[in-house]
């Protein structure tokens, strides 16, 4: 059999997005090739654990990936710093990646940092040619990253697009779009992902939210990144591994 | 002669190399990293006679040079543990030592007798007497030597299978709860668990950790349990397994020198999942070119 491998990679290219917020690119062929929308990789920097990255991107031909990083602290503020060149190690593709092949169409909503595993989705429903509608929601015009003309706009303050949430944006939706055969992918800060999974509901639409917690190993082992999801036991609730049987979780599940 | 294969006391393990619990589950996930035969030993998840939930919250702070833990024995209870992997880690080929945790005397008894009749199957059962997470049992019990030899030695009387007492670092003396274990019929002392400590968010003024506190590891904690195998092994009789912040042979070999047996190897699986493939490669290596067998280490240190 063939062994998961932890790489050495180096930074093809980054490129600030924001003051904050870094698009890197990452040489490694065998991720790349296999790895799958909605998959994280844990990246290495001079602090002692390794930081997890949802993919944001591939290239099949360079054999490159993409990531998101915003600097949240100084293992982070140390990675959009990377130039090229500069060799991280890295452990992934990790976690279980969105369902994108089973519905007829879906709704991908982002905000954050979500926005970047859902640019790997959408690259990924570009290409197997389903329809899919996206929908963006941020606080306001200095935060929004990775948007399209087509895309559906929202931001809290109202200084572009709608104003208002990612809700106030799926509400502007056809209703044809939101029927029981499509499906709502939602990346984004917890109020987001509960608010879209709470709307999804009410349309009777299905929706898988991926979960962010604090991780140590990021493969299953050391049981750190907990998320509460619905069990029929006597506590009503089973901690599960974020990073293993996550980070995509069914939000009817979710204990939020 | 060359050789890294060691014993502890009865137990003999192909390679000092021992994946600490807490630190590899059940062996699944890391099955698919590298072939875990190349292992000395594999210790479960730490079990408990029923299931549990472990801590809410958050369960992980960074630390300088290492990291705190507050999981809280999470765990699928022993009976699910008998059923559904124990045999998996039987078939990884590494001895399979089973991580014994509890609130009381009675839990500790309760999950020796039932893990006793799969002794075909079992190669240690480790007695976590060290878990900082929890309310009850564990460190509470390990803090005092009394309460150490009296829980060893019902257990002695419980079970056949070799019996390893992991103890704390977090008590004035360790060699006293080391002399307990050994007063009441232990086979091994494994040294050490994790260390008492907190991060703070300077920001909220509050604790990272949602239980407030949680167990320090990693290179950081590495002099503090070097120094307590040291202590320990100058007044022991039995074996002694080392543990604390080992990341790399040399890591191995200064433990074995200070007197440890076999070493444990735990948060480093977190960092680099496939650390021991590389470690036994240069403990192989070491071996080789000093002509020496890894076991003629053991306590070979010259104190001034």
Redesign the interface.
């Known amino acids: 059999m063939e062994y998961k491998k932890e790489y050495k990679c180096s930074v093809l290219s980054r490129e600030m997005l924001l003051g904050d917020t870094a698009y890197i690119e990452l040489n490694c062929p065998d991720i790349a090739r296999t790895a799958r929308p909605g998959q994280f990789v844990n990246v290495s920097c001079s602090r002692f654990l390794k930081r997890p990255f949802g993919i944001a991107s591939v290239d099949r031909d360079s054999g490159s990936f993409f990531i998101g990083v915003k600097s949240i602290g100084s293992g982070t503020g140390e990675i959009i710093t990377l130039d090229r060149g500069d060799e991280v190690d890295v452990l992934g593709p990790l976690g279980n990646g969105f369902d994108l092949d089973s519905f007829g169409s879906y709704i991908l909503v982002s905000g954050g940092t979500g926005v970047f595993p859902v640019n790997f989705a959408a690259q990924y429903l570009e290409s197997s040619g389903k329809n899919f509608t996206v929908v963006q929601g941020f606080g306001d015009a200095s935060q929004v990253v990775l948007n399209r003309p087509s895309y559906v706009l929202t931001t809290d303050s109202g200084d572009c697009g709608i104003k208002g949430t990612a809700i106030a944006g799926l509400d502007t939706l056809d209703k044809c779009v939101c029927g029981s055969s499509s499906c709502i992918i939602c990346v984004g800060p917890v109020p987001m992902m509960k608010a879209v999974s709470g709307w999804a509901l009410n349309h009777s639409m299905k929706c898988y939210v991926s979960m962010e917690q604090r991780m140590a190993c990021g493969v299953g082992i050391c049981l750190c990144c907990i998320v509460k999801v619905k069990a029929d036991n006597k506590d009503g609730f089973v901690n599960v591994r974020c990073c293993k049987d996550g980070p995509v979780f069914d939000s009817s599940e979710v204990i939020w | 002669m060359s050789s890294v294969s060691v014993k502890v006391g009865s137990v003999p393990l192909k390679s000092p190399l021992i994946l600490a619990s807490?630190?590899?589950?059940f062996g699944r996930?890391?099955a698919?990293?590298?072939?875990l035969s190349i292992l000395g030993g594999m210790s479960s998840?730490g079990l408990t006679v029923n299931?549990r939930?472990?801590n809410?919250g958050?369960?992980?702070?960074?630390?300088?040079?290492?990291?705190l833990?507050s999981?809280g024995l999470?765990n699928p209870g022993v009976d699910y543990f008998i059923e559904h992997d124990l045999d998996f880690m039987k078939s990884t080929g590494a001895a399979v030592i089973v991580n014994v945790a509890g609130h009381c005397f009675d839990d500790y008894l309760e999950m020796c007798r039932k893990l006793d009749k799969y002794s075909s199957l079992i190669d240690v059962l480790e007695i976590n007497l060290s878990c900082p997470n929890v309310k009850a049992g564990c460190m509470t019990i390990g803090s005092d030597p009394e309460a150490v030899k009296h829980l060893v030695s019902k257990l002695r009387k419980a079970t056949g299978l070799p019996l390893w007492v992991k103890l704390t670092p977090n008590v004035t003396d360790i060699r006293a709860t080391a002399l307990a274990a050994q007063e009441g019929g232990a086979d091994a002392v494994v040294l050490i668990n994790t260390l008492l400590g907190m991060k703070i968010d300077i920001r909220t003024r509050r604790p990272v950790l949602n239980n407030n506190t949680g167990g320090y590891s990693?290179p950081a904690v590495k002099p503090v349990a070097v120094r307590m195998v040291s202590e320990c092994y100058q007044v022991l009789d039995i074996p002694i397994v080392g543990c604390g912040g080992i990341s790399c042979a040399d890591d191995v070999i200064e433990f074995m020198i200070a007197g440890s047996s076999a070493v444990e190897i735990g948060t480093a699986?977190?960092?680099?999942?496939?650390c021991p493939v590389g470690i036994t490669e240069d403990l192989v290596r070491y071996s080789e070119e000093n002509n020496i067998s890894l076991s003629e280490l053991t306590g070979s240190l010259k104190l001034w």
């Open positions: 807490g630190t590899c589950n996930e890391l698919g990293y590298y072939d998840k299931p939930a472990g809410s958050v369960r992980v702070a960074e630390a300088d040079s290492g990291m833990n999981v999470q990693g699986n977190l960092i680099h999942p496939t």
